[in-house]
Nanobody, 122 residues
């Protein structure tokens, strides 16, 4: 059965770091693009970062470049999002997703996890 399960969220102080993980089951992960998205209260869901089938190409939203890094381990069916220098405006629910095209647009992703909360606050 298809399932995406995120973990690693939590409360962190500004300037801190977190590493999110998403374990995917029910897919042969190597055939799909993987992405991370986030949704802050009262805002639309937005693309954070995505990674190609073999991990050789990544895209990131401009506001996160240099702070967030996406990676994948197809053998472990897992995609990661390493976040550094976190800011209060990074507070959101973070979702992983499986898609068909390397893009930060939601329309190219068909399967979603339930999300993990990240709160950046002192």
């Amino acid at each position: 059965q298809l399932q995406l399960v995120e973990s690693g969220g939590g409360l962190v102080e500004p300037g801190g770091s977190l590493r999110l993980s998403c374990v995917v089951s029910g897919f042969r992960l190597g055939y799909y693009v993987l992405g991370w998205f986030r949704q802050a209260p009262g805002k639309e869901r937005e693309g954070v970062s995505c990674i190609s089938l073999n991990g050789g190409t990544t895209l990131q939203a401009d506001s996160m470049k240099g702070r967030f890094t996406i990676s994948r381990d197809n053998a472990k069916n897992t995609v990661y999002l390493q976040m550094h220098s976190l800011k209060p405006e990074d507070t959101a629910v973070y979702y992983c997703a499986v898609g068909s095209q390397l893009s930060l647009k939601l329309e190219f992703y068909d399967y979603w996890g339930q999300g993990t909360q990240v709160t950046v606050s002192s």
